[in-house]
């Protein structure tokens, strides 16, 4: 069997897709169903020349990738829910600082310790809100480990053009299912590099000035340039600020340097679309039962399609509404109380359409769980 061909966990391939894109720094604590992340960054970052740290906890974690990140190295850490929770305010941190960093985020039962060992997505709508104040986010997810690789990277190059936090939602079924992976020769994906400034070491550099495309280079904290790094509302140079005028233009760059890129940022995949009238809307491991579900009724003449999103935030609203125009009716499937429904319902022209097949007693949704809702909705005529 070819090197590039792995027989491996969906954590794993999560490992293998970050250490593709360049990662060289992983700061983590231990939890299920992520564990497996560290374990073998562990192993594999010294081997390459990285550096692996294990910190005292998750909170410690997500300070530590943001500062390696401000010295000019690639990051990433990775829990899970309880361990979400506690970077939330370093998160809200890196979003102000426009700090580049991955965090994997592998979703189990909720709130609190919930269900460790059992699969989940309800950290759809933290993800998105768990950090205070008006601020963007970009929120990635797969459905298989092929996927799981390519998203990682995808995850990696959005941090670094959007000088931004990104969020990898997988959840324990695609984290601890095994599958093939084959992993592409060294250039067969594009990798983003670090923006560096060209400024040099005696002129002054202006931190969060952006260019005309929108990027903002920057410089490795303690090398050349001087300047202040803060989560209070700041000018160009870093420095805090309150003046109303300046706030503004902070909040305002912050969220449309990624609102304003939805298109660029959004990933998704068509099953079955092309003459389906009742259109599933899922991802992650949710996804692999609705697609299955959607192929074998189609085999039976049913017109099902399935729109899978890997794209989770910021919302992809307008394809959500473009794919759904004719449909009879949309069946949303999640493993939570209807996060991403409710997004769904706010994109669609006819919100009255849209229904959810869900499960969350730490159990995966079955293509029978998904018939069952269906069978009602097409009962009622609809």
Sequence with gaps: MSENIKFVQGNEACVEGALYAGLNFFAGYPITPSTEIAEQLSRRLPESGGKYIQ????????????GASLTGHKVMTATSGPG????????????????????????????????????SQGDINQARWGTHGDHAIIALTASNHQDVFSITVDAFNF?????????LLFDEAIGHMREKLEIPEYGELPIVDRLRTSLGKDVDYHPYLPREDGRLPMSDFGAHHRYNVT????DMWGFPSNNPKTVKQLLRHLVDKIDNNVQALTRYKEHYL????YILISYGSSARS??????????????IGVLELQTIWPFPAALVREKCTWAKAI???????????????AAVETPELVFLANRF??????????????????GRGV
Excluded: W
């Excluded at 609705?290 to 017109?303: D, F, P, Q, T």
């Design 55 to 66: 910190m005292e906890d998750e909170i410690a974690s997500m300070c530590a990738i943001i």
């Design 84 to 119: 979400f929770s506690l970077k939330q305010e370093a998160i809200g941190y890196a979003c102000m600082t426009e700090i580049p960093c991955v965090i994997v985020d592998v979703q189990r039962g909720g709130p609190s310790t919930g269900n460790p060992t059992h699969v």
């Design 159 to 167: 941090a670094e053009t959007y000088r931004s936090p990104v969020i």
């Design 231 to 234: 989560g209070l509302f700041h």
């Design 274 to 277: 092309e003459d389906a009238e």
């Design 290 to 303: 609705a697609i299955h579900l959607a192929a074998r009724r189609r085999a039976r003449g049913e017109k």
């Design 331 to 345: 069946l949303v499937v999640e493993m939570n109380m209807g996060q991403i429904m409710t997004q769904v319902k």
């Design 361 to 378: 007693d730490g159990e995966l949704i079955t293509p029978d769980d998904i018939k069952r809702i269906l069978r009602v909705i097409q």
